[in-house]
RNA sequence: CGGGGUGUAGCGCAGCCCGGUUAGCGCAUCUGGUUUGGGACCAGAGGGCCGCAGGUUCGAAUCCUGCCACCCCGACCA
């Protein structure tokens, strides 16, 4: 089976890049790092929105729209944002082109240079805090807790589909606080939201935490990050949530009054998570026969392939068919009834595991004879025959135990893949050779953090927050450290 | 951005080294028929600016130059 994919202990990269085309998802377009998101990879990024959206909305936020392009100026008030985003800005200088003079094509009018050049948002902060300063005299303005759906754009030396793209899509929350502790609140309330999406929606146990100094996001004074192990041993970075501190509030000037009438700088927090989770479901959970998808993302949870030999058993099976959707649909269960005749059934068996689609059910002849329905689940393959009378029920049942099962399994995986070390060879050959989280002792310097990439690819993904305290050796140096971090590979 | 590879029908590829009839194969598509419980079969048909732009030549998919895109390995990064 699956021999239209590409095995994934063969040639891991090979089969992520295949899977992401085969099953539909996205493809490259005609320009450089940019890619097409297709609809069936479209729905998904749907179903992720529509449920964070109500996660925000569940926890105070309110969704606006700021402007694409950021004027220069606004992009160098922050000094260490400018830093991180510099190397990787689209730049527009010219506003209109015209006919070339040799009558080849057209080109761009040097007459109509830009007075300003306008950067492509890589990320808003400076656009959205130039609007805050207008909007904030006083503590009776505050809290502004808004999200924003939108694409931006870095320009990425090398680009892979949904992992790292020149354009990508994402949402970025930019809140505004009176006090630092109600920031930071707000930065570790957004990283548990991540942290159960993850968890409950992409079935992905995540690992939460601090992010190093080296790591942290550009402008911030803290980045809390969740990280997920992939099936490679990889770690990806699915989300970030970070404490801005007053350095926004500084560089645009914005204070205002509280309640004592003292003049302060408002404090701020950013948040976001991107196309990326895409992957992230990819490799989280796929197999050598394709995709599978947690039903609770799956714009397709269950599929109706209907199995016949004329035309006049086709439609006993449609009328059948119909009325199992209508049962599905009351049920709040998303499906779709494939009475193509183009393909065979054994075609379209194959087709939906390719995709992902949790389960799938097969009517024929023979269960119409006895009242009864294939049920095929794509976690693990296996195939029952039951009872149509309450299939609606014992298919939704079924759904909550992939969404469970598929946790389990990456949990456990994970948990499989987790070290604790102490001594660098380990540290070395672990990576070397399996790859996976490793939990050891680091001096905290930024110097030694910077070595150990430099000698092994693995960076510190996080600090986590629930690494307890405990006196040890720092892998490298052997100087002494209070705390493990988590070490890994990533993407 | 450095090193390596690739680009020929919707997809996967052969042809290129050594220039020369009408550019070929498999899958897919269309038509007709037989089929349909794990990627069906037979017969026929359609589909090509050989990545793009220049150049060399009587003649270029093939040789040369430039550009574009993709893949892999580095540096950078969500």
Known sequence: MAKFLTNREENYSQWYNDLVIKADLAENSAV??????????????EKIQAELDRLFKETGHVNA?????????????????VEGFAKECAVVTHYRLKNDENGKGIVVDPAAKLEEELIIRPTSETIIWNSYKNWIQSYRDLPILINQWANVVRWEMRTRL???????????????HATRQ????????????YASFAENSMALPVIKGYKSENERFAGALDTFAIEA????????QAGTSHFLGQNFAKAFDV????????LDYVWATSWGVSTRLMGAIIMGHADNNGLILPPKLAPIQVVIIPIYRNEEQLSEISVKAEKIKKEFLALGISVKYDDRDNNKPGWKFADYELKGVPVRLALGPRDIENGTVEVARRDTLAKETVSIEGIAGHVKKLLDDIQENIYRRAFEFRNENTFRIDKWDDFVSVLENQ???IMAHWD??????EKIKELTKATIRCIPFDSPEEEGKCIYTGKPSKRRVLFARSY
């Open 444 to 449: 905290g310097t930024a110097e030694t953090e």
């Open 255 to 262: 204070q205002f009054t509280d309640k004592t009438g003292k």
């Open 32 to 45: 450089r790092g940019c890619m097409v998101i297709k609809p069936y990879g479209y729905a998904i990024w």
């Open 65 to 81: 729209y700021f402007p694409l392009f950021i004027p220069k100026s606004f992009f160098s008030k922050e000094a260490a944002h």
């Open 162 to 176: 949904f992992l790292r793209t020149a354009e990508f899509l994402w949402q970025e929350g930019h809140t505004a």
């Open 435 to 437: 790859g996976g989280f």
């Open 229 to 236: 192990l992939m099936q490679d041993g990889k770690a990806l």
């Open 182 to 193: 109600e920031a930071m609140e707000e930065t570790e309330r957004m990283i548990n939201v």
